[in-house]
């Protein structure tokens, strides 16, 4: 029962790179969502997911590029990598959001760029 | 937007009772109130949700009076392994999804 997975775990780059970081859910869940989590400002919401193909911004899209071609499979792409995206990174899922269900995280990916 | 407010730490000891109280006073008609617990190196953890008066779950209570403009998360007897940090987030559906997570609280539970 591997739910909501994230890879990689760790990952160091450097500016100007691109990279991707993967969420994989196994729930068949209709909405996902991408979150960065720096020291002192919480979770910020980067993007999310409605469905497959449906994708709008959050509170902090700049620099970031996801897409959904599967229900199951939430990318966020850094085109160009910049230390300020130096931040944990979460992915979740929900699967109806109408009836307030929860959202389930993954364990993150700690991102740091050189 | 119903951004919210939270303790920024708290201590307690084991066996005590903790309250955490979040401010959202902007909190919208349909809004919900959800609260979260995040361990080190995990994702959060949905612990409880409610919408109005009380609500109960094998983890813990929640206290939102009528105005809703606050909402206290209530966890009984609080052992070792609560320490960690509690999310009081308010889904704000107009707009689009603008999902605001407070700062956090972050519980030191003592021995």
């Known amino acids: 029962d591997a739910g909501i997975t994230q890879s990689p775990r760790y990952k160091i780059t450097e500016t100007g790179r691109q990279v991707t970081l993967m969420c994989h859910q196994t729930?068949?869940?209709?909405?996902m969502f991408w979150y960065r989590q720096d020291l002192g400002h919480g979770l910020r919401l980067i993007y999310y997911?409605?469905?497959?193909?449906?994708?709008d911004k959050g509170e902090v899209p700049d620099g970031y590029v996801v897409s959904r071609s599967k229900t199951e499979n939430f990318p966020l792409t850094l085109e160009s990598a910049t230390r300020s995206q130096t931040s944990v990174y979460f992915c979740?899922?929900?699967?109806?959001?109408?009836?307030?269900?929860?959202?389930?995280f993954g364990d993150g990916t700690r991102l740091s760029i050189l | 937007l119903a951004k919210t407010t939270q303790p920024i730490s708290m201590d307690s000891y084991e066996g005590q009772e903790v309250n955490i109280t979040c401010s959202h006073n902007?909190?919208?008609?349909?809004?919900?109130i959800t609260w979260y617990q995040q361990f080190p190196s995990q994702g959060p953890r949905f612990i409880i949700q409610?919408?109005?008066t009380k609500v109960t779950n094998e983890v813990a209570s929640l206290f939102i009076p009528a105005d809703r403009k606050s909402s206290t998360l209530s966890l009984p007897r609080v052992s070792l392994s609560d320490t960690a940090v509690y999310y009081c987030?308010?889904?704000?559906?107009?707009?689009?999804?603008?999902?605001?997570f407070g700062a956090g609280t972050r519980l030191f539970v003592k021995a």
């Open positions: 979740a899922s929900q699967g109806d959001r109408y009836s307030n269900q929860p959202q389930h």
């Open positions: 987030l308010v889904d704000a559906n107009t707009g689009g999804f603008k999902t605001i």
């Open positions: 997911s409605a469905a497959a193909d449906i994708t």
């Open positions: 409610g919408y109005k």
């Open positions: 729930w068949s869940h209709s909405y």
């Open positions: 902007n909190i919208a008609t349909n809004d919900y």
